[in-house]
């Protein structure tokens, strides 16, 4: 690495210490999701402890259930985290790392992509506003969204690969490439989605100056189609399993969450929630002031070139990179705002609608920001001036950013107690559940018909077994949230679902001698006269097998790619 790239390298880590000082303390700070997150991580941590390659099941979540989070969400965040509890880190540390690491290491990576097609001054410009941004400061210490701000780090890196592809078709470059590609989707799925359409659209830029177009699009290509494979084991059952969960019918709340221009220009930093219309928001929604005001002189120095030198303006790459990077800025911006014809883009479009906050897309308005500034200074014949003037408005106007609101203790015995589903509408319970309600349930079965003796072998989350004596025919719930891939196995001979057991409804409504309790969407066992082995496994679809292959295939294939010596075509 250069001399000059590892001292830009220093800075921005030197410059990071002032803004992640408030993680610093030894309590845990509130936040949104900071405590739901800190919970999966540490589900995650034990599911990986059970034996659960890869986790599928929280051990802990709603009640210990068996709840199917992991099968569907991102998973990358929680495993680093669960690997930084393993060396001897609480939960809560973990958590902060993970988030601090994020913030850091997005801005490297958002320097390493800019400074190859703008040099290393304007690429430390973009990384200072890519990292030092409200949207990104509120995912910090407001929001805590620590999966989504871990999945910044990749959006850079995918275009870097794509863009040394159009210079030079290296394998190295291929496996960069789709390893980052799977980063970004294995992190955050709406951060995904959201920057699909950016990397088309550079990608197509970066044809355009690709020397050998045919060569440039096949390894493009083998980025997206090994990026995808790699994160199968996700996407696959994330894609043909939702319909088994109640996911669709609880995901439709965008319609309330729009903003104003008012908001985005400046919003009162708080630490409240995002409330349904515009009026009783308590959270800010800046773009920031001097994000705004880059794309302002960048659309006026894109207007002169135009103007002045419009054919050598044009044949330029700084030109088109900041014209669709003023274009990207203008449509998320457009995207996110409070207008009838917005609201009915938003319901007419299926893939934009999956996106559940429109301010998401803050995200890509400061990228897209970030890299305007890159742009400017680029093009600027006083560059001295204008970094000077850009670094010391894009500090000063996040001054307010950097502190967190209250402060709690959580000790990691509360993680690992955690009972709730660690998700916000409880999404992800298996649609055979008729409710959320937890009270009154047993932790691993009831026997529910007969004279039976049930004496535990083994309960793990994903692996049940027991020895039962029946003295009559008779019936056993097990307690697990049924969800595809559960198995039952009577003294060895496997159970036929709808014939030997079943789904349960068993709802039980309150009265005067009884609780409301709700035992839907277990499994219910019928078991003869006698004395049985009664096993219930979780196991792998033939979906997920396809998946989790295709991810190993992809991992593999881009780690080879990676290691072939430099220059390799």
């Not at 409240?272 to 009026?279: N, V, Y």
């Amino acid at each position: 690495m250069k001399k000059k790239t590892v001292t830009f390298v220093f800075l921005i880590v030197l410059l990071s210490v002032p803004a992640l000082r408030a993680l610093s303390i030894p309590e845990f700070y509130t936040s949104h999701d900071g405590s739901t997150h800190t919970a999966r991580i540490a589900n995650y941590y034990l599911a990986l402890k059970e034996g659960q390659i890869p986790p599928r099941l929280a051990p802990n979540l709603f009640g210990g259930l068996g709840y199917p989070i992991f099968i569907f969400i991102y998973p990358l965040p929680y495993l680093l985290g669960a690997a930084f509890h393993g060396i001897g880190f609480s939960f809560t540390q973990a958590f902060e790392l993970v988030i601090g690491a994020s913030f850091v290491l997005s801005a490297i990576t958002m320097f390493l992509f800019a400074k190859e097609i703008f040099g290393a001054l304007p690429g430390f410009v973009a990384a200072i506003f890519y990292s030092w941004a409200p949207y990104r400061f509120s995912q910090l210490y407001v929001r805590g969204a620590i999966a989504e701000s871990f999945a910044y780090i990749f959006i850079p890196l995918v275009l870097l690969a794509l863009w040394k592809l159009s210079k030079k078709a290296e394998a190295r470059w291929i496996g960069i490439g789709s390893l980052s590609l799977a980063g970004l989707f294995l992190s955050h799925q709406l951060v995904s989605l959201m920057f699909l359409p950016v990397f088309f659209v550079f990608g197509l830029l970066f044809l355009k100056q690709a020397r050998k177009k045919r060569t440039y699009l096949l390894a493009a290509g083998a980025v997206a189609v090994l990026g995808f494979a790699t994160s199968a084991f996700i996407y696959f059952p994330a894609l043909f399993e939702r319909g088994y969960l109640h996911f669709d019918e609880l995901i439709d709340y965008y319609a309330d969450h729009f903003v104003t221009v008012r908001q985005l220009i400046h919003s009162p930093w708080s630490y409240g929630f995002s409330m349904r219309g515009t009026i009783n928001d308590d959270m800010s929604f800046q773009v920031g002031l001097t994000h705004l005001l880059v794309a302002g002189l960048a659309t006026v120095s894109i207007l002169t070139l135009l103007w002045k030198h419009k054919k050598k303006a044009t044949k330029t790459p700084y030109f088109w990179l900041g014209f669709s990077s003023l274009a990207i800025f203008s449509t998320s911006i457009l995207l996110m705002l409070e207008l009838p014809a917005v609201h009915w883009m938003w319901k007419n479009i299926p893939p934009i609608a999956v996106i559940d906050f429109p301010w998401r897309l803050l995200g890509v308005s400061v990228f897209s920001a970030s890299l305007l500034a890159s742009f400017l200074l680029a093009t600027f014949p006083k560059k001295s001036i204008l970094f000077g003037v850009l670094m010391f408005f894009v500090f000063y106007s996040n001054r307010n950013h950097l502190r967190i609101n209250k402060t709690q203790v959580l000790s990691d015995e509360f993680f690992l107690t955690y009972a709730e589903t660690a998700s916000w509408r409880d999404e992800f319970l298996p649609r055979w559940r008729m409710t959320n309600q937890l009270q009154y349930i047993e932790k691993d079965f009831k026997i529910k018909e007969g004279k039976l003796t049930v004496e535990p072998l083994e309960v793990l989350t994903h692996r049940l077994s027991f020895r039962v004596e029946a003295q009559e025919q008779g019936r056993i719930g097990i307690h697990r949230l049924y969800f595809p891939g559960w198995k039952v196995a009577l003294d060895g001979k496997p159970l036929t679902l709808g014939e030997e057991y079943e789904i349960s409804g068993d709802i039980q409504l309150e009265t005067e001698t009884t609780p409301y309790v709700d035992r839907s969407g277990f499994i219910g066992v019928k078991l003869p006269l006698g004395t049985h082995t009664l096993e219930a496994r979780f196991s792998e679809t033939p979906l997920r097998k396809a998946g989790f292959t295709f991810s190993l295939v992809g991992l593999l294939l881009s780690v080879g790619l990676i290691s072939q010596r430099k220059g390799k075509r």
